[in-house]
C-alpha cells in the first residue's frame, strides 16, 4: 500500500521472523508517519512505531480525527498506569461522580481512540467511529506517540494528562496483559522482543521522551505512576488544579480511598473483566487487568541479567540525565 500519510515497513529481524506465527505477532508491522512538523519538538526525527497491518486501513481515521476544545485527553506508553489515570481524571472533572463511575464502564465514559489500529473492536464502530460519537465533553484513551497523534491536535491543543512509568514496571505488566489477551510467547520471549521495540507503540523510550521534549505545550499536565504511588493525595491536587477544580479535605479523602488499589482491583468498572463471570475476582493477581500495582514488583519476577539488559538498554536509548529519569 502507498501512502501519502504513512511509511510502511515489514519487520527483518530474523528471531520475529522464526516466531512470529506462534507467538501469534504475524501482522505486526512497522509505521513511520511522513508529516510530523506541527508536533512543537527541534531537531528531531520521529522513528517508526509498532502497529499491526490494521492501521493501513484506518490511517485516514486517525491523521484526520475531529479535535474539540472541550476534549480532555489521556496519554501514555501502555500499562503506565492508564485506567488508574484515567478513573482520577474522570471523577475530578465529574463533581466526584462515584455512583455514576461505578455505573458505567470507563471504556465508555473514556473511548480508546486508536485500539482498531490493534485489534477489532467488539463491535460494529471501529474505535474512531465511537470516539467521534462519544457526546462533549468527550474523554480520550490514547497511546499514540506525539507524532502520530491527529493533526488537529496540534490546533486545538486539548487539556492533556500524560503518565510514565518505570520501564522495567512496564515490561513485566505489559507481558502479562499482552499474555492474557492473545500473546503466546514466554515472558523471557516478550521482553527481549520489547527491547527490539517489537512490541505495540514500541520504542518506549521514544515514546515518552516525545512527551516531555515538547515546548509550550501549557495543555500537557505530567504525572508519573511511582509518584502516584508514593503521594496519591497530591497528586489529585495537582489534577485538580490543572483543570480549574476544587473539593474540601473529606471529598478529596473520598476519591483517594476510591483511587486506592484495593479499591480499584474490586471496581468492576475500571477492570476490563466480563460483569457475567462470577469467578473474575478469584482469578490469579497476574490473570487480571488490574495486576499488582507494586512500585517494584519486577525484582521478584526478572532475572538479574535481565534486569541489568533493560537498564543497559535504557542508558544506551536515553543520554539525558533528566529523561534517564523517566525510566529508572
Known amino acids: 500500500m502507498t501512502s501519502a500519510l504513512f511509511e510502511y515497513k515489514n519487520i527483518t529481524d530474523p528471531i520475529h521472523l522464526a516466531t512470529k506465527v506462534e507467538r501469534a505477532e504475524e501482522d505486526y508491522i512497522l509505521v513511520k508517519p511522513k508529516s510530523y512538523e506541527n508536533v512543537p519538538i527541534e531537531n528531531w526525527i520521529p522513528p517508526a512505531y509498532c502497529y499491526t497491518k490494521r492501521f493501513q486501513s484506518y490511517e485516514d481515521n486517525l491523521f484526520n480525527f475531529e479535535v474539540r476544545k472541550d476534549d480532555v485527553w489521556v496519554s501514555s506508553f501502555p500499562k503506565s498506569g492508564t485506567t488508574w489515570c484515567q478513573e482520577m481524571v474522570w471523577l475530578i472533572c465529574h463533581d466526584l461522580d462515584f455512583k455514576a463511575a461505578k455505573s458505567e464502564p470507563l471504556r465508555t465514559r473514556f473511548p480508546f481512540l486508536e485500539v482498531s489500529l490493534i485489534h477489532d473492536t467488539l463491535d460494529e464502530l471501529n474505535s474512531f467511529e465511537r470516539a467521534r460519537n462519544t457526546p462533549s465533553p468527550r474523554f480520550i484513551k490514547t497511546h499514540l506517540p506525539v507524532s ?138 497476574d490473570e487480571r487487568f488490574i495486576r499488582r500495582g507494586q512500585i517494584d514488583s519486577w525484582n521478584e519476577e526478572l532475572s538479574k541479567e535481565m534486569v541489568e539488559d533493560l537498564d543497559r538498554w535504557t542508558r544506551n536509548n536515553v543520554q539525558q540525565e533528566n529523561l534517564l529519569n523517566l525510566f529508572i
Not at 487539556?159 to 492473545?182: D, Q
Open 148 to 285: 502520530m497523534l491527529p493533526k488537529q491536535y496540534w490546533e486545538v491543543l486539548p487539556k492533556t494528562v500524560h503518565i510514565h512509568r518505570n520501564v522495567k514496571s512496564v515490561a513485566v505488566s505489559y507481558f502479562h496483559h499482552s499474555k492474557n489477551i492473545f500473546y503466546k510467547g514466554t515472558k523471557e520471549e516478550f521482553i527481549r522482543s520489547f527491547m527490539k521495540d517489537l512490541q505495540f507503540y514500541s520504542p518506549i523510550h521514544n515514546h515518552v521522551t516525545g512527551y516531555h521534549k515538547l515546548t509550550n505545550c501549557k495543555n500537557i499536565l505530567y504525572l508519573k505512576y511511582e509518584d502516584m504511588k508514593s503521594d496519591l493525595r497530591g497528586c489529585v491536587e495537582t489534577v485538580c488544579r490543572f483543570f480549574n477544580r476544587s473539593y474540601d479535605d473529606a471529598a478529596l479523602d473520598l476519591l483517594c480511598e476510591h483511587l486506592s488499589f484495593d479499591s480499584m482491583k474490586q471496581n468492576l468498572a475500571c477492570n476490563y473483566e466480563n460483569k457475567d463471570d462470577h469467578g473474575w475476582q478469584s482469578k490469579h493477581c
